[in-house]
Nanobody, 127 residues
Framework: QVQLVESGGGLVQPGGSLRLSCKAS????????IGWFRQVPGKEREAVSCINKSYGDTRYADSVKGRFTISRDIAKNMVYLQMNNLRPEDAAVYYC????????????????????WGQGTQVAVFS
């Protein structure tokens, strides 16, 4: 029923930009808090950016502040992550995730985490 599908990953040079998209189905993106998370093999999952349900308050990891922007298009039922000035340490598999009840998905990290997850899209930053 609830589906999240990420797209937009790819290979970029340091300093380049990518725009990730998360297509939601089975729910409205303004009714759920939604976050972008990333994971590298051997490392724990990291919250990158979140947008809260209803009014759309945004949250960012310190490492991406000023470089990444999360947004949503309610009409298209999409959430985006604009990533600028990419660094090698940004390379990871990026996932979007959503939860119908929790407001904050990034700070603090809830336990348990978001209920629904996408399949991920890979971002590589060639150094």
């Amino acid at each position: 029923q609830v589906q999240l599908v990420e797209s937009g990953g790819g290979l970029v040079q340091p300093g380049g930009s990518l725009r990730l998209s998360c297509k939601a189905s089975g729910f409205k993106v303004d009714y759920y808090s939604i976050g972008w998370f990333r994971q590298v093999p051997g490392k724990e999952r990291e919250a990158v950016s979140c947008i809260n349900k209803s009014y759309g308050d945004t949250r960012y990891a310190d490492s991406v502040k000023g470089r990444f922007t999360i947004s949503r298009d309610i009409a298209k039922n999409m959430v985006y992550l604009q990533m600028n000035n990419l660094r090698p340490e940004d390379a990871a598999v990026y996932y979007c995730a959503a939860d119908p009840l929790l407001y904050e998905l990034c700070t603090p990290l809830p336990d348990p985490g978001p209920k629904y997850w996408g399949q991920g899209t890979q971002v590589a930053v060639f150094s």
